[in-house]
């Protein structure tokens, strides 16, 4: 049995005056000149994102669960290779328009910021009026990156369904990722194919969302985050014995589950952890200071979420 504690609650915490919502390159030649060409033409404000090429997609499939996505692909990103990628869910706050949806990851959670963050060392606190990061767990991560920079990923940042108002969503949204999604993303974007190269991440809602999906369609990934995902009371050693029912005789994905000192969720997170422990399948907990909101995801979590799934996944084959 393989696992995992890392605890990082050293620094005192700022008060958090946010209230807490409740669920809330492109290929070579000819086609990699197209391909580049269509997105270096960002339709909007929302896809002008410095540092990253993006790519608006509109997809088949039904509203309620799904059909847009927007993709970043970092312009640091060497265009005659092939590239590892995250899938990134968001929460129930981000849900209800489907602009915000797809601004969810990149602008509400900082995740574009955080991704020039760990590409520029030294990491140091975005905000200075919040103290959710521990002083040693940035010196730590400014370690590692002197040492083995931070490569980068491709973003893929679909519009998550609220699986309370859809009758099998998490059903409808697997399939769709399976059938629609990847494949549209690898045929418009040089990324792996394979599960080593390919990550899933969620964060509240968006993190149940992604644990659904991964028991689903384990095959798909090499790679799950759940950050402060939302776990019922109760209900984490069904998630655990289901998902150790679907990773049977399947190649295991390496799993983090990230929680903080105010996550309503925080109990039954380490509670799923240990229930995973149970039934021998590993996963990593991370705990760190700071409440269940935005701002902790852009000035903590989603560097911690990026950072994490560019040291797990597999370079894919070359082009």
Avoid at 220 to 230: A, K, N, R, T
Wanted: charged share 25%; hydrophobic share 40%; glycine share 8%.
């Amino acid at each position: 049995m393989s696992h995992r504690l890392i605890v990082a609650l050293r620094a005192p915490l700022a008060p958090d005056r946010r209230r807490f919502a409740r669920r809330g390159f492109l290929g070579l030649g000819v086609a990699a000149a197209s391909a580049v060409s269509g997105l270096g033409h960002a339709r909007n404000s929302r896809t002008a994102i410095d540092g990253f090429r993006t790519l608006d997609l509109k997809l088949d499939g039904d509203p309620r669960v799904s059909n847009r996505a927007l993709v970043l692909v970092p312009e640091t990103l060497d265009p005659t290779k092939k590239h590892r990628s995250v899938v990134l869910l968001h929460g129930y706050g981000q849900a209800h328009r489907v602009p915000s949806a797809l601004d969810a990851w990149w602008r509400h959670y900082g995740g574009a910021e955080a991704h020039r963050r760990l590409q520029a060392p030294p990491l140091r606190r975005a905000r200075s009026s919040v103290w959710y990061w521990d002083p040693q767990r940035i010196d730590d991560i400014n370690a590692e990156l002197s040492t083995h920079p931070f490569e980068g990923l491709v973003l893929i940042c679909p519009v998550t369904p609220i699986p309370y108002f859809v009758r099998g969503a998490f059903s409808k949204f697997s399939s769709w990722v399976e059938k629609t999604l990847l494949p549209t993303v690898r045929d418009k974007v040089p990324i792996g194919t394979d599960a080593a190269s390919t990550g899933l991440a969620g964060h509240s809602m968006g993190g149940n969302v992604a644990l659904e999906l991964l028991i689903r369609k384990p095959h798909l990934f090499g790679s799950f985050s759940g950050v402060q995902l939302e776990v019922a009371k109760k209900k984490s050693w069904r998630y655990a014995a289901r998902l150790a029912a679907a990773l049977e005789g399947q190649d295991q994905p390496k799993i983090q589950l990230h929680t903080a000192t105010r996550d309503p969720y925080r109990n039954e997170i380490v509670k799923l952890h240990r229930h995973l422990e149970k039934k021998d399948v590993a996963s990593e907990l991370r705990k760190s200071w700071g409440a269940h909101n935005r701002l902790w995801m852009q000035e903590l979590g989603s560097v911690e979420t990026l950072l994490w799934h560019d040291r797990t996944l597999e370079a894919p084959a070359s082009l």
